[in-house]
């Protein structure tokens, strides 16, 4: 167990404790990041949020509200400074151990020697299994990346980028799926493809999914529920239920009611920007 | 026609080689130097040119000694350096050593060497790997520390151990820098290998070097001069390319 849990045991006393069945459990977490000298930067404040097993939950918020910083909490790359975060009942860290997460870094992280091919086939060869080259070529078709398979991250334009990490994250059906911010670099209509196809993927794999995205549509689409973040430190200002029948093509978002949600969402994001400058 | 004018356009560029000679010419000529002092260039160039054979088996023992010398001092330092970035306690060990093999001049390592492994060849090679090693070390341990945080995060989520960071990552991220070393080490192992052939070896362009002024054959002793510096140079340009393949190939 992670120091940290003991620390904050006398805050989970009036906590709802996890359910069975939750596949991230965020409970008070706090994350202050030293800047030296003494210094310090609170990213995070008092962040509670659960999320069940084969959820899809959206964050969005304005840039630098702490993010990536649940993300990271989630992945066990950092530990809180406060509070406790469970993957699956256990440290985040473990379910990395057992390969069973897949990230898409915000700046796509790929080998820069390595072909497409061979950065989607990294997770396997670093589990220490057979490459699937079949689920490879599967995963390249899926991104849009066939006839790009030999090239090397170099030589592709910054959106196939994002979509090779994306593949890459994908690469071992993980149990958890964390994506930072993944589309950012696509236009719109590759924007709306890659989400119809990640809708698609979820709906048959329903991995639990954390996505933090800047769009409020792609959020809308994607999502069971978004997060709605503010900034400075960084805490949950709302969090929206998102009701409407999947899959999520053109008769839902030209209804009205998506369009009211997007309008209130970003409504909130507005004052939530006001608010922080 | 037009390769024929590139070529002359290439020829154009070595303007620096035909100005040495102007200026040695000049300087031995102006100060009425004898040829047993310094030998005008026209003679010493003919005897590389007429005596070639009798330069190339010490041309390729020299050339030989210091590419192997590179080799292995390259992979010695490399060695030492991911041992030193794996446990902080080796560090400990590992690079007060390399400083201080640093610190000390070659010419007065290479008596002691010969007394470790031997007067002669050994001697020269262990040279030779000395001179390469530390570059290396520096290099390499600073590719390793170079790999980015984003690379690390990576691996981490893949539930990667040390070693998969080292082979996978470390490795690669080390190579351009290696590359560098390996470049600027080059013609420092053909003078390191020719200083400790001069000093004590029976082979190699040191050797014929110092045979030569012994008998006062200063057109062979300075025709190795030329001969080494031309070695030097192409090993030089040899390993820049190399670099330049490698480096496309990992970046
Ligand atoms: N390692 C770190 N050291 C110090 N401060 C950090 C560190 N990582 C993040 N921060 C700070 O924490 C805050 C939240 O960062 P985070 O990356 O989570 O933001 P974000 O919401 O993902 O922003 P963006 O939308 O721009 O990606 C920022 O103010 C950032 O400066
Ligand atoms: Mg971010």
Known sequence: MSTSTIRTAQAEVDRPAARPGAAVTIRGAEKVFSLGRGRTLQALAEVDLEIAEGEFVAIIGPSGCGKSTVLRLAAGLDTPTNGAIEVFGDDPHRLAKQHRLGVAFQEHALLPWASVRANIALPFQVAGRRVDKARVDELIQLVGLVGFEDARPKQLSGGMRQRASIARALALSPDLLLLDEPFGALDAVTRRRMNAELARIWGEEK?????????VDEALILADRVVVMTGRPGRIRKIAKVDFPRPRGFETTRSPEFHDLVDELTALLDQVEGVDD | MTRALSFLRGLVHLWPVVLVFVAWDAWVVLNGYTSTVAPRPFPVVTDVVIGFGEYLPYISYTLGVALVGLLGGTLVGFAAAVVVWSSAALAGVVTPAALIIRSVPITALIPIIARIVGYGDPAVLTSTVLICFFPAFVFTLSGLAAIPASGHDLFRVLGGNKLQVLARLGVLYAVPN????????????????????????AHGLGALFSESRSYMDMERAWGVALVAT?????VFLGARALENRVVARVT
Request: overall charge negative.
């Open chain 2, 178 to 201: 290696l590359m560098v070393s390996v470049r600027i080490t080059a013609p420092t192992a053909v003078l390191a290998a020719m200083l400790a052939e001069f000093l004590m070896g």
């Open chain 1, 207 to 215: 991995i639990t999914t954390i996505l933090v995205t800047h769009d």
């Open chain 2, 230 to 234: 031309t070695v030097s140079v192409f």
